[in-house]
RNA sequence: GGCGGCAUAGCCAAGUGGUAAGGCGACGGUCUGCAAAACCGUUAUUCACCGGUUCAAAUCCGGUUGCCGCCUCCA
């Protein structure tokens, strides 16, 4: 089956063939660092993280862009705001945002280019826009002329009549057209600037990505992406820059994600629903977040809360101490007689676990399903457990083989997804810990009354057991007896 | 006003022509001293509603209703 990827400019799922053979160029719009980064970021970022690493995972050599804003009216006014020089706030928060991705797990860009290094490439574009005709000065500032780029609108699926009709756009004297937008901005006394053809000011906003991109990926590039907020007028902009000055194609598949809600209403400052990456981190393990985001698809849109997120949690609770039960069963010696298994239950796992990879890829070719893929995780856990079950602690060949098989494929399919990289002793020991603070109860204390406990089992002390077992409960753990001894975890 | 999207079980969510994945929850069974965990099974004859096309529709077309996004900075 061929790989697909729906197209925002065709509005359509196409098979995806990069330019170069084996090669893929690809850039998604970063952030404006004047402050915090929040969830609506984090799924933006995971959503392009999980493409690159897949694109990678189907042996793609990926050249990976995505840029920094650091220069734009709303830096300037934090910077007012704080009485400090723009470059200081600049600085601050792309720091928290490496600080960010870092806890999210994400993987490093090729490159991460900022705004403010790539000035000179942005005035010699707009130099060739004006010499083209379709960009026109004036006192100082410079403006795109939306009405000579003729496929204007072609990404938004909107055309200037249209747009114009319902236009709430505030009129600006200068300019020829209300839609056509800036390149360049004469600055005012006190702010930063750079010096042009055009007199000191800085550039508008879209033109850096147009600059960046073809610098590190080409006039034409495979990939460009975003979130769907950024497909106008931002994304348009930048294909009328760009094809307007190279005569060329410029990004041929554009790829956006969805947004996210919180608890059905819209992320907005003013609704005081502002979610931050730090907040959500401070609660809730990265991977948490992740399979989260994944159970969607991409271009869906997402509603958060606080009980989505629990009960993806237990899922991957799941996960990791299923895993973890893979890990001990494997160091079990294999039973060499021939124990009697139910076949019919054992080849069912096998051709689950044999099936799984060339399914992932499926979902996975398919427009990045990722909520199907994770499906095929679900039943791959099911068939392990099921085979858990089947050895009762005294693996066969045969089921060694499948487990490790089954784990190894967990970890390398999961490793797109961002999800099962941590070791399964680890995060249940984690898991365990945090959980501690919250119940002002020992470690200790807690295996003391289950020795206590087991003391009373081996007595046949039904009573006492089930008190003790109660009294453990109410205070949020839950005892599991197993066969190579008692466990506890955090309800 | 213009453009676009969405509506699938109690909840979350895949599925764009071939007879409804998966998760959470719930219920029953196995296991267990009893539980827990795990496994097995049940949980949508039906995909907002009304028409149409087709041998065949959740999927395509037309209409209705409801929700949402974009058109202004925004992931």
Same mark, same amino acid.
């Not at 939306?146 to 609108?153: A, I, L, N, S």
């Not at 600006?172 to 209300?178: A, C, G, I, L, V």
């Not at 009762?392 to 066969?396: E, F, L, V």
């Given at each position: 089956m061929s790989f697909r990827i729906y197209n925002t400019l065709t509005g359509k799922k196409e098979d995806f063939l990069p330019l170069r053979e084996k090669q893929v160029g690809m850039y998604a719009c970063g952030v404006t660092v004047y402050d915090l980064c929040h969830i609506g970021h984090a799924r933006s970022a995971i959503v392009f993280d999980v493409i690159y690493r897949y694109l990678r995972y189907r042996g793609y050599d990926v050249t990976f862009v995505r840029n920094f804003t650091d220069i734009d009216d709303k830096i300037i006014k934090r910077a007012n705001e704080e009485g400090v020089d723009y470059r200081v706030i600049a600085e601050k928060y792309i720091e928290e945002f490496n600080i960010d991705m870092g806890g999210l797990d994400l993987e490093k860009p090729s490159f991460e280019p900022k705004a403010t290094d790539h000035i000179s490439g942005m005035i010699d574009l707009i130099s060739i826009l004006i010499e083209k005709g379709v960009a026109y000065q004036r006192e100082g500032d410079v403006f795109f002329s939306?009405?000579? @780029?003729?496929?204007?609108?072609k990404l938004s699926g909107r055309n200037l009549d249209e747009m114009q009709a319902g236009a709430r756009v505030e009129i600006?004297?200068?300019?020829?057209? *209300?839609l056509d937008f800036a390149l360049w901005k004469s600055s005012k006394p006190g702010e930063p600037f750079w010096k042009s053809l055009w007199g000191e000011g800085r550039p508008g906003w879209h033109i850096e990505c147009s600059v960046m991109s073809q610098k590190y990926l080409g006039e034409t590039f495979d990939i460009h992406g975003g979130g769907?907020?950024?497909? @106008? *007028?931002h994304h348009e902009n930048e294909i009328a820059q760009s094809e307007a000055a190279t005569g060329k194609p410029f990004a041929r598949y554009w790829i956006h994600n969805g947004f996210v809600n919180i608890n059905k209403e819209k992320m907005s400052k003013s609704l005081g629903n502002f979610l931050t990456i730090k907040e959500i981190l401070k609660g809730w393990h990265p991977e948490v977040l992740r399979l989260f985001f994944l159970s969607?698809?991409?271009r869906s849109p997402v509603d958060y809360s606080e009980d989505s997120l629990l009960e993806v949690k237990t899922g991957l609770d799941r996960f990791y101490s299923t895993l973890n039960a893979i890990q001990e069963e494997l160091k079990k010696p294999a039973i060499s007689s021939q124990k009697k298994v139910d076949s019919n239950a054992m080849d069912q796992s096998r051709k689950i676990i044999e099936s799984f990879q060339v399914r992932f890829e499926e979902a996975m070719d398919d427009d990045f399903n990722t909520a199907q893929a994770l499906g095929y995780f679900y039943d791959l856990q099911t068939a392990l457990n099921s085979l858990l079950d089947l050895s009762?602690?005294? *693996?066969?060949d045969q089921i060694r083989s499948l487990l490790s098989e089954g784990d190894e494929r967990f970890r390398k399919m999961g490793w797109v997804f961002g999800?099962?990289?941590?070791e399964p002793e680890v995060y249940m020991d984690r898991q365990k810990k945090e959980g501690l603070k919250k119940l002002d109860l020992s470690e200790e204390a807690i295996l003391k009354l289950i020795e206590e406990r087991n003391g009373a089992r081996k007595n046949k002390d039904w009573k006492k057991a089930d008190e003790i077992r109660n009294h453990l409960l109410s205070k949020g753990i839950i005892l599991e007896d197993t066969p190579s001894g008692t466990l506890w975890k955090i309800k």
């Open positions: 939306v009405g000579k @780029f003729k496929d204007y609108g600006d004297e200068k300019k020829e057209n *209300p769907k907020d950024l497909i @106008f *007028p969607h698809h991409y009762k602690g005294q *693996p066969t999800l099962f990289q941590e």
